[in-house]
């Protein structure tokens, strides 16, 4: 029997795919410069997914799971082409344990619907990743996704518990438990949260819960400066106030966002930045935690704040924020997302770079972020056609990147490696922890047919078929 | 050169330990069952380490990181002889970053110092394990560390960014960051936190700080039983409290303390579990947080709700919870103490099992723990003399370790495996996740020179030279 034959006996020919639209679509992410499958594959379970991979395995055959497919990096493009696992049927969350405080769920639950079933019952998963209506929680697992909540409630690994997990040799695993203490041999569980598909296909996900904040309050403060809305950061820490989200954007963005809806102006004129704030919790700590917001931008100099009063108002608030990403194409369609992080008190010195870069390269960078994390998203425009603008983009992200690390941050926060910085990993990370990196990719995958070509440098993501 | 010069010639023979009392005194941990060094070595900085460590692997030393030398299972006894390498020396911290919320720390930093010195300029590092005046941060490190606090804060590896260590073969790597966000590569730093010193010796730590909570209460609430005193927990996760601390004392346990303490009683009559709780934030939560507590408490049918108002009333009230280990020598001076956890809503059904094993095998048997993260301190208590009790108390042991997994659970919340648990690890994990953490182990560390004896069970603690 031929390898598609047996995969077909597995799974099921119905759930086997290989049209022309099929491989595209599963051979492509949010990067948008893919490579084609050359087998799409739906198992229904666990069991079917071991015995898929063990045949990859034996055929020495690439296999690269997929979930929502909105990464940044291109984690789960099939760059060296083989087999896409779709986990698109592995879709149900398993259970709820409230009493407990935790949940059980298979890969490709979207986060937002694994949020809104949990809040039903008064609970709350808090990453938040900005594709949350779209992205699937076993990605989150894969990229060890963040979003505007990370500055209270930290990022994905946090929030994981323990995993049900294929091995590229097919073995189905166990790690970790359903509680947070847990230390009975390596923390395999944090491992493969983050290896971005490389060390294991995850199967299930057990999540940690808490009881849901039940009030919530959002301000908008906005500044004549990226250092004096920093300032209003450093001065509501100060005052131990630890808000659920901190967003800054910054003044291209907010004339991107103002050009996209068609109005004049989003701020009071002068404003370089605003800082989007929410704090939650019982509602008579939000109501002193707010209070103590206000009080911080003031001293840091806020041309105007603004708190919402309704969930109406809330939501506009929130609105800049999320019509960013869309925006910004008012500026150009093409942008270099870049997602790097810096410890919070050298987020001046970053935006001062930023400048440097602009003028240097003669770009455009709109950034925002999560400033509390200190992870701000520097977009750098680039016109589609426009091959001079590429080159100097791709010159200055190399800068961008190096002066992050010379600030102690890391080039990317959110986002991961995938294929789209592999080539830079280098740059954080010395020659013997890559190699470190390798022998432990070797322990978990030794044919290496687990989504190879991504994180480490060896891969050639110029020569693919599929450009930008 | 042999051996010896060799390393001598590295730290300076001062450093060099060959005396009796040096090996023995390193030899052993407070599980008190240990095996002598044949060296012990003090070195100075990470180069130092890197150089003896080289040393050891190219003759095939066996080496043992050790820190404050407080863990429970073993972790720093050198079962199969060898270096000790005492981290002694490397004792400063080296950097308090106020407006990045970060700190760089040596090893053997005694935990409760690190926090003492944060604490001073307002910031927090919330891990604290029983032992936190004489434990080093290291160790913390090595073993993944609990403490009272996890419930609302987390263990050890939730507050590390970014570790220096050296590999056993040697070389010096940097992992993670000063970040909460970098999804650089593999998360060698959690994988490497909780290994228990057989991957890596830890040598520079970088932990996260969060502003210090200014205010602080404390309730002790007292119930007829522990299921009630559980359902006192389950109303307060009900009431959205999330308490800094929330201990469970059973009446065994509040026995042997009053006895130690020579008073009649310490709890009202017929009282058979007390709650600690601990609340901490800005004050107009804490007030709020300490209402609901109260509220939550009487509905779970608390016989008596007491409140410290003052910092001696507080200390009063935690006195029962430090004297305890101390305090159950007045049974008898040997313990075999297990650090079992369960998902929270199966404690009673814990507490049933204990209960059991109490009437089947006839053992005194005093619980105490960190209930809200379902961990429990089982301490089965045994005559040093009495062989009989001793084969009762292994017997009933390993009933409860499969008890403790069928209530989906995990056999270590807090302690680790070291050598005195590895012989159970197979209860817990599967063949499979045994070969694949023996694979990352040979990754880390090709010659198995590193703290050999540990995790894995295929030591032989019973043959120990110093037994129990």
């Known amino acids: 029997m031929g390898f598609v034959a047996g995969v077909e006996a597995i799974v099921g020919a119905g759930y086997v795919k290989r049209d022309a ?14 490579h084609p499958a050359d087998l799409v594959v739906l198992p229904a379970d666990t069991r079917e997914i071991a015995a898929v991979v063990r045949l990859c395995n034996e055929h020495r055959v690439p296999v690269v799971p997929r979930g929502g497919g909105t990464g940044y990096t291109g984690g789960s493009v099939p760059v060296e082409g083989g087999v896409v696992l779709g986990l698109d049927r592995l879709n149900r969350i398993l259970r709820i344990d409230e009493e407990s405080l935790f949940a059980v769920t298979q890969p490709n639950v979207i986060t937002g619907d694994l949020q809104d079933a949990v809040e039903r019952v008064g609970l709350f998963y808090p990453p938040d ?6 992205c699937a929680i076993g990605g989150n697992v894969a990229e060890n996704s963040g979003g505007p909540r990370a500055f209270k409630y930290g990022v994905t690994t946090h929030w994981i518990l323990g995993l049900e997990a294929v091995l590229p040799t097919g073995e189905i695993v166990r790690t970790g438990g359903k509680t947070v203490k847990n230390v009975v041999g390596y923390d395999l569980t944090h491992l493969i949260v983050g290896s971005e598909g490389t060390l294991a296909i995850v199967t299930e996900i057990t999540v940690r819960l808490i009881p849901k904040p039940p009030v919530q309050a959002t301000l908008r403060a906005t500044f004549p400066s990226v250092e004096a809305a920093v300032g209003g950061v450093t001065g ?7 808000p659920a989200a901190l967003e800054l954007v910054d003044g291209t963005c907010l004339d991107a966002v103002a050009k996209y809806l068609n109005v004049t102006s989003l701020a009071p004129p002068g404003t370089a930045a605003i800082l989007l704030i929410e704090v939650d919790g019982l509602s008579e700590l939000v109501t002193g935690e707010a209070a103590r917001v206000e009080e911080a931008c003031r001293a840091a100099g806020a041309s105007e704040i603004l ?3 309704s969930e109406a108002e809330r939501q ?4 800049v924020r999320r019509e960013l990403s869309t925006s910004l194409k008012v500026i150009t369609p093409l942008k270099y997302n870049h997602d790097i992080v810096v410890p919070k008190g050298r987020i001046p010195e970053l935006f001062q770079l930023v400048e440097r870069l602009k003028r240097d390269y003669r770009l455009r960078i709109p950034c925002f972020g999560h400033v509390g994390d200190g992870n701000i998203h520097v977009n750098i425009m680039v016109g589609p056609e426009d091959l001079d603008e590429q080159a100097r983009a791709h010159a200055a992200e190399r800068v961008l990147f190096e002066g ?3 600030l102690e941050g890391s080039i990317s926060g959110e986002h991961g490696i995938g294929f789209a910085k592999a080539k830079y990993l280098g740059l954080e990370l010395t020659p013997d922890v890559i190699e470190l990196m390798k022998r ?8 290496g047919i687990l989504n190879p070509g991504k994180i480490f440098p060896n891969g050639d993501p110029g020569a ?3 450009a930008d």
Chains 1, 2 share one sequence.
Do not use: C, M, Q
């Open 440 to 447: 432990v990719k070797r322990a978990f995958d030794p044919n």
């Open 404 to 406: 992050t690390l010379a």
């Open 236 to 242: 509501l820490i100060g005052r131990r106030v630890i």
């Open 316 to 319: 506009e608030l929130w609105r």
């Open 129 to 134: 990743p900005a594709s949350l209506k779209e």
């Open 307 to 309: 708190r919402a009063t």
């Open 464 to 466: 693919l078929p599929i």
């Open 21 to 34: 639209e099929s491989l595209e679509r599963y051979g492509t992410d949010a990067l948008k410069r893919g």
